[in-house]
């Protein structure tokens, strides 16, 4: 089983309370695993990283020592943001390493959480443009000036965005740190966790969250939870048998639920959320399209340029030209 490696940002003026309940939770969690299995190695890493691993400044006065720099931390699976005291402005600009890092850590394929202000620090980066959001209910009518091509979404206290995840409240990331929880360890653990850390009845994070990319919202639980294990495994070999062990459902059973759930097949889910992911890479990273190719899971370019052209009637060359042009031109 992998290890996910989890990171923690800190930075000056934090709210603490945004790290520390999501960080105790999966620590919870990764315990609750390990007494589970004992000859398992650990499935979750969590760490903490600042810029150049810095100790931050505190708005209250406490100090908390980061592991490590955000250099030693590229290799980040999930990445959680804290929310900030006040005005994030001066925060924001004093964090341009952080944000060019985010950028980065993005294109590689890192999982991005932020909580209230925090989620400023995406918006920043440019990760959050045409794309829905949300931050502090406090902060709507500032953020929304800021920040005019995002799609603040008001009235959503979690929104999704491809690999981009947004909490209003310190609430609202309990109920995404349960979400990570059944999908990187297993459900049974998540629900561990949030009887310990919630007492009162929930709803889920499956029926409350925005979901940019759902098209074809469904009851089925179980299918949310397939199409959220192939948006973050796309770059992975997958077939269709191994998916469907995973999940434990025969092939044919997975076949028939996902379709009804969501009018396609695994298979082709598969692949658009690849397209998807490559027209993204095409359009904001110099990335080859070989490297594009291997990173949307095809080793075979001359397959991954056909397959392009196929969905999109041209090829990922003559897209790249095409939406650059556009970004760059003046009018």
Known sequence: METTKITFILTDNMLATGTVLPMEMLHTASLA???????????????????????????????????????????SDIIYLPALWRNPRPTLQRSQPLIQWLRECHQQGAILCAVSTGCCFMAEAGLLDGRVATTHWHYFDQFQKDYPNVDLKRQHFITQAGRVYC?????????????????????????HVERHFSHEIRRSYESMAYYEDADHPHPDEQIVQVQMWLRDNYARNITMSTLAKRFDMSTRTLN????????????????????????????????????????????????????????????????RSTVRAKLFRTS
Request: no cysteine.
């Open 167 to 191: 909490a209003a409240s310190v609430n609202s990331l309990a109920d995404l740190t349960v979400h990570f929880i059944g999908r990187f360890l297993d459900r049974s653990l998540a629900s």
């Open 256 to 319: 028939r639920r996902f379709k009804s759930a969501t009018g396609s097949t695994p298979l082709a889910y598969l692949r658009r959320t690849r397209i998807n992911t490559a027209k993204d890479l095409l359009k904001t990273s110099n990335l080859s399209i070989a490297e594009i190719a291997e990173r949307t899971g095809y080793q075979d370019t001359t397959y991954f340029t056909e397959l392009f052209k196929s969905q999109l009637d041209t090829t990922p060359s003559d897209y």
């Open 33 to 75: 695993s390990a007494r589970r299995d004992k000859k398992a190695s650990p499935r979750l890493e969590i760490r903490t990283a600042s810029i150049d691993a810095a100790v931050p400044q505190g708005p209250h006065g406490f100090t908390w020592q980061p592991e490590l720099s955000l250099e030693q931390a590229r290799d």
